[in-house]
């Protein structure tokens, strides 16, 4: 599995465990009165689970098995950029809203925003290329 | 494909038809105006499709198809991704009736079912976390194309 497959899979492995001991939390807090946090933390399990793990264990195993270039799977570097910044976008988003409300907790949700939408891009980019058809090369 | 790939991939796809169900009756308006217990249904319905369907389905996938641990356990011991089955649907399942009537009748009794959904669904999703951890690993005598 080569070295941007491993990040995004094991980022999404560890996501996954906190997206799901986020979720249990708020499925056990459910028996008791709705306290201000689980508002927001709904959004939060949300981002974790639907962003952090599906997507990125998606967007790895992607990177791993689909049509190479030769030996080649095209421009790496943007599929890290990409990895680095949905992760990124993650983290700045959850210190977000913990931090609630205020001038920097929106300016932090808009740059985890930006963030995320580029990191989407920057797999586009590298992936749409190698959405193609498979060339076997024929021994003479 | 090995016998518990498939259980994972058929119940998966029971779940797929759960949730489709489900979410079909919370599209029809005039159900929800006439059933309005129907609202109770919503976060079912999200992890239903989530949790049963797309998680489930990586799972058994993922277990299936990732680079093996070694010659001796290529995938890992088999009773652990039972476990991770077993704790996975009991929980989910639990849920997916626990819930709605304990928003719907507040019964204190319910509180534990709910208790006990979150943890067997947590200690799923971390059971399968350890199991596949050690997979994630470029090959020994990887080319360089399948280091990068």
């Known amino acids: 599995m080569p070295l941007a497959a491993r990040l995004f899979v094991r980022a999404s492995l560890i996501w ?30 949300h981002a974790w689970v639907l962003l952090g793990f599906l997507l990125q264990l998606t967007l790895g195993t992607a990177y791993w098995i689909m049509p190479r270039f030769g030996t080649r799977r095209g421009v790496t570097w943007l599929a890290v950029a990409s990895f680095l910044l949905i992760n990124a976008a993650l983290i700045v988003y959850t210190s977000a809203v913990v931090l609630r409300q205020g001038a920097t907790a929106s300016r932090m949700q808009e740059a985890a925003a930006t963030a995320l939408v580029a990191g989407a891009a920057a797999y586009l980019v590298h992936m749409w290329p190698r959405v193609r058809e498979l060339v076997v090369q024929k021994r003479a | 494909m090995p016998r518990i790939v498939r259980t994972y991939i058929k119940t998966a796809l029971l779940y797929l038809l759960a949730g489709v169900v489900v979410g079909a009756l919370l599209f029809v308006d005039s159900l929800r105006e006439n059933w309005g217990w129907l609202a109770l249904l919503q976060p079912v319905y999200y992890h239903l499709l989530t949790v049963g369907w797309l998680t489930q389905l990586i799972f058994g996938v993922a277990w299936w198809m990732f680079p093996t641990r070694s010659r001796e356990c290529p995938r890992g011991p088999e009773w652990v991704m039972w476990l991770v089955w077993a704790l996975l ?26 208790h006990l959904s979150s943890l067997l669904q947590m200690l799923a999703g971390l059971a399968f976390a350890m199991q596949m951890w050690p997979r994630v690993k470029a090959p020994r005598h990887a080319p360089a194309s399948e280091q990068t």
């Open chain 1, 16 to 45: 996954l465990v906190l997206g799901f001991t986020l979720g249990a939390a708020l499925l056990a807090a459910k028996a008791s009165p709705s306290a201000p946090w689980q508002a927001k933390a709904i959004s939060v399990h």
């Open chain 2, 89 to 114: 649907n009991s929980g989910l399942v639990l849920r997916a009736f626990a819930e709605p009537m304990r928003m719907w009748t507040g019964a204190p009794a319910l509180t534990g079912a709910l």
